[in-house]
């Protein structure tokens, strides 16, 4: 990697999002643990560090610190909260806990707009969230701008490239942050920001060919999804048809998806493919379940015992593949761990009892739209790299009570019709999630002059950033009108559709 800037990270709530800032200005970043030490830091060549912001005072007992040496290695650093205090602290600055506790977006004054700040307006907004700050800067820095009850709220030693700021650039509230990210990325640390997806799948097919080897084999659980099909894509350029994927198909999919990645998978990258057909035993396990969790156990059980089954049937295999991502990366606490290999520890026990030894996980450094547009990059079909989040359990989480094939089918059509809908309406990729729900509830109703006594279907869309928390969608009530009647004329058993109109929390995204 030609260009790299590391982000200590101290355990702030940003600190994602300052790496994925930094890849989105095309140059690439990785997060590692505040305490990584300072020889491995520097054998890795930075272009440039970020200090993350993070919960502790840099005076509490224990609080993270880092060796003052790394100022002293020629790499620019930048401190953003936490990484400010601390590096006013270890340079012999001061800092003190806040008379007033700046939180929310506060007007900054950019006091001098070189260098770092060059760009910005003289009076900006700024997301601030902090309760001590630096009230006496370390000798050989200035302050660079101030707030109302901050007079330090950036500085900097033009000289050494230490920066430091109180507030937060990366997040979108901060209305210029990107500018100050650009100038610190572009114009102090000088990268060439030629990060791109294309870049990334001509490295990872290297270091996949490097560690499997001219005769190496590779396995991997396709589920369908966005993160293994994008997976086998890649490992398929590496190492063609010495890639097997086993695709369990547990008859709870939606409506074309399974016949969607059997096409792909057989068509555009001719793997070895092999597809199990294993609906029937889901749904003889599954018959008269009614526990949500009971219903999840079952199926996360019958899908490793169908994989297993099949993988022995393959013979030998020397790798098993993954799709994990970095943000589960970030949050297991494995911190950096560039490699697309490494031995497993994480996936529990599938390849163990498989006889693996070594993992393939050729996208543990990438950001869920990065794993897309790397799809995108690979030519795998617009629709299945942009497909909503779908759980792993499929339709049975949508299936209030005992889930049947009969059940499964009317909340297929239904949620088929829904999406047909909403991408006519061209609103898919503002919606972050949309799907049907068949409720448990019959209720009666009339059609053509019968009584019916036929199912209810909820309508669930949210729309999220992080999916830990949801608003529900306001779609136009003509479109609800369209989907409402198609489901009710178009799909047997159901006779009345309801909108789900809730908030996460209190309520979840699924229904189960
Ligand atoms: P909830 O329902 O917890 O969902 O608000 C949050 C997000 O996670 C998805 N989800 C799952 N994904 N396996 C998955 O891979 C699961 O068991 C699972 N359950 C929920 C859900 O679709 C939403 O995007």
């Known amino acids: 990697m030609k260009e790299l800037i590391l982000i200590l990270d101290f355990g702030g709530q940003y600190t994602q999002l300052i790496a994925r800032r930094v890849r989105e200005c095309h140059v690439y970043s990785e997060v590692i643990p505040w305490n990584t030490p300072l020889q491995e830091i520097l054998d890795r060549h930075p272009s440039g560090i970020i200090l993350s ?12 610190r880092i060796d003052p040496a790394i100022y002293d290695a020629g790499i620019p650093i930048l401190g953003i909260c936490y990484g400010m205090q601390l590096t006013a602290l270890l340079l012999g600055g001061q800092v003190e806990r806040a008379r007033e506790r700046e939180y929310g977006r506060i007007t900054v004054r950019m006091k001098d707009r070189a260098g770092l700040m060059e760009g910005l307006t003289e009076s900006s907004a700024c997301w601030m969230s902090h309760t001590w700050q630096v009230t006496e800067c370390p000798p050989g820095f200035h302050a660079t701008a101030e707030t109302e009850h901050c007079p330090i709220a950036a500085m900097e030693n033009r000289e050494k490239r230490v920066y430091g700021v109180q507030f937060h650039p990366e997040v979108t509230h901060t209305a210029e942050g990107k500018i100050l990210l650009l100038n610190f990325l572009f114009e102090i640390c000088r990268c060439p920001g030629d990060w791109n997806m294309k870049a990334y799948a001509e490295a990872a097919v290297q270091q996949i060919q490097d560690a499997v080897g001219s005769e190496g084999t590779v396995l991997l659980a396709l589920s369908g999804g966005v993160d293994s099909s994008v997976a086998a894509a890649l490992i398929y350029r590496a190492i063609g048809s010495r890639l097997t994927c086993v695709f369990v198909d547990h008859g709870l999919l939606r409506k074309g998806e399974s016949d969607q990645v059997c096409h792909v998978f057989s068509h555009l990258f001719p793997v070895r493919f092999i597809r199990a057909d294993a609906a029937d035993r889901f749904f003889a396990d599954l018959k008269g379940v009614t526990d949500p969790e009971e219903k999840r156990h079952i199926i996360g059980r019958d899908f490793i015992e169908v994989f297993r089954e099949e993988a022995r049937s393959l013979g030998k295999m020397d790798y098993f593949a993954q799709g994990t991502i970095y943000p589960d990366v970030i949050e297991s606490g494995q911190g950096s761990n560039a490699a697309v290999i490494k031995s497993h520890h994480n996936v529990g026990g599938l390849p163990k009892e498989l006889g693996f030894t070594e993992l393939i996980e050729p996208l543990r450094m990438l950001f869920k739209d990065e794993v897309r547009a790397l799809g995108e990059t690979l030519g795998l079909p617009h629709e299945l790299v942009w497909r909503q989040p779908f759980p792993g359990p499929g339709l049975a989480v949508r299936i ?5 094939p009969e059940k499964t089918a009317i909340v297929r059509e239904s949620d088929a019709v829904f999406r047909e809908e909403i ?36 309508l669930r869309a949210v729309t999220t950033d992080d999916f830990m928390t949801a608003d529900w969608a306001r779609l136009p009530y003509d479109l609800i009108e369209r989907v409402s009647a198609r489901i009710v004329n178009e799909v047997p058993h159901v006779s009345r559709v309801v909108l789900d109109v809730t908030t996460k929390p209190p309520a979840s995204i699924e229904w189960e």
């Not at 912001?53 to 993270?64: N, Q, T």
């Not at 209030?400 to 049947?404: A, D, L």
């Open 53 to 64: 912001g993070g919960p502790s005072s840099v005076h509490d007992e224990g609080a993270p």
């Open 400 to 404: 209030i009570g005992e889930v049947t």
């Open 423 to 458: 991408a006519a309406a061209g609103l898919d990729s503002q919606i972050s999630q949309y799907f049907a729900v068949l409720t448990n509830l019959r209720s009666v109703g009339v059609m053509g002059d019968e009584r019916t006594y036929d199912y209810t279907v909820a």
